[in-house]
């Protein structure tokens, strides 16, 4: 079996970025998990604000291509207002770019999802990320993580000081990796097969 290849999205604009600190280490739990890694930073990619009516800049079509060669995704956004950033929500819509391959979109990629906020609120942006998953046609891993009132958590140069929260990111990195491979060992994963609460059985 070959190493499952984990694309990190997330980011802001802001810097330092604690949504970005809190995806690299995600992803290296991602790695620790046996997976090849890759982070795109949004505020690397400098996308444009998304159109139909226009042709796909480089850094859209970079992403595009990065995301349709991964076997899973982790993603991350800071809490804005309730739901995601709109540099996050730009990036997704950007996907649209895989309307047309097969299979499209995020087909058979199981996507692990992380908020940071200032306040108490990261779990509607959670919300926000799970539909979007579902819009996409990935799977949405069970493992969430928002992390509250992130001034207690990052220093001030955006770098993480809570070694419980550090476990959890990379124990999220690590499930997502293992959801990746029992995709890419049964085509599908558990998370798709369990029966709801109380269902009879056969």
């Not at 046609?137 to 990052?154: C, D, E, K, N």
Request: proline share 6%; net charge neutral.
């Amino acid at each position: 079996m070959t190493r499952p290849l984990v694309v990190g999205l997330g980011g802001s604009l802001r810097t330092p970025s604690t949504s970005l600190t809190a995806l690299c280490v995600a992803v290296e739990g991602a790695a620790d998990g046996g997976a090849d890694t890759q982070v795109l930073d949004l505020k690397r990619l400098r996308l444009p604000f998304y159109t139909s009516e226009l042709g796909a800049p480089p850094s859209a079509r970079r992403l595009a291509d990065t995301v349709q060669a991964a076997d899973a995704l982790l993603w991350s956004s800071p809490t804005y207002h309730g739901s995601v950033s709109g540099a996050f929500k730009n990036a997704v819509d950007w996907l649209a770019l895989l309307a047309d391959h097969d299979p499209p979109y995020l087909s058979n990629k199981p996507v692990g999802m992380l908020t940071t906020a200032g306040g108490v609120q990261g779990l509607q942006a959670i919300n926000a990320m799970e539909f979007i998953v579902r819009s996409l046609r990935g799977w949405a891993v069970p493992l969430v993580l928002a992390v509250p009132r992130s001034s207690r958590v990052f220093d001030g140069d955006g770098r993480l000081t809570d070694q419980g929260v550090a476990d959890q990111l990379r124990g999220l990195g690590a499930e997502v990796t293992r959801a990746a491979l029992q995709f890419q060992a049964e085509g599908t994963c558990d998370y798709a097969q369990e029966r709801p609460s109380g269902a009879a059985r056969d």
